[in-house]
């Protein structure tokens, strides 16, 4: 997916790394109203698709982030995708995977430092389409 793409898509007023954390807020709210396992098993699957697109994003050849950061999203991601799979197949808990959307909401929505290099201040994926509604 490409950065001009995901750039048509958002809302001027909005910055990647909003767009994320709105995204992360998204899912974590449908996991949280997931009551019954019709609505567990969408709330998954839509979590499941977001982590889907940030990996896509990570993996492209001129994404602004380090490597070694990239990496490391890419093994969370790789996990949640796990967990997400895991879970619909059983009523374990939706708390960890719930904590780890928090923890890159706040992550995102913190200040970047105005020393940072411009590469620490770039969004987790650059080419997040944040329509997963």
Known sequence: MSL???AA???AAETPREAEARAFRHV??????????????AALHK????????LSALVEPDHPMPADLRARLASLGLWAQRECFARMGDDG???PLMAVHRDMIEALSARPAATAPAAAAAPAAQAFVPAVA
């Open 47 to 54: 979590t499941h698709q977001l982590w889907g697109i940030l």
């Open 93 to 95: 808990s939706l708390e």
């Open 28 to 41: 974590n709210a449908l996991l949280a109203a997931a009551a019954d396992t019709p609505s567990r098993v």
């Open 9 to 11: 898509v958002l809302d």
């Open 4 to 6: 001009r793409r995901y």
